[in-house]
């Protein structure tokens, strides 16, 4: 919000809005606040590879499963629609 006139003159004549006012407290509470103790430091990586492992690649068995739900959806559609271009109403 740097360089923002708006915000310029807000801060000059006191008229700020309550993030503003939300965001100087936190800031001021974390400068005040000692550093966690019961934190861990950042140690070296396992080779297991750890918390942040590749995700498995997905199964492709569903491709089939998947493409005649579409066949059978898009034919119930057209059948609908004829049965509903004869109906007598």
């Given at each position: 919000m740097?360089?923002?006139?708006?915000?310029?003159?807000?801060i000059?004549?006191?008229a700020l809005p309550h993030w503003?006012?939300?965001a100087e407290e936190r800031r001021v509470q974390r400068e005040r606040?000692?550093?966690?103790?019961?934190v861990p430091e950042a140690g070296p990586?396992?080779?297991e590879g750890g918390r942040h492992r590749r995700p498995r690649a997905r199964?492709?068995?569903r491709s089939g499963r998947l493409a005649?739900?579409?066949v059978l959806a898009v034919a119930g559609g057209v059948l609908l629609g004829q049965v509903v271009a004869m109906s007598p109403w």
């Open positions: 740097r360089g923002n006139p708006r915000v310029a003159y807000r000059e004549h006191g503003m006012g939300v606040a000692p550093a966690r103790s019961d990586v396992s080779a199964r492709v068995r005649l739900s579409y």
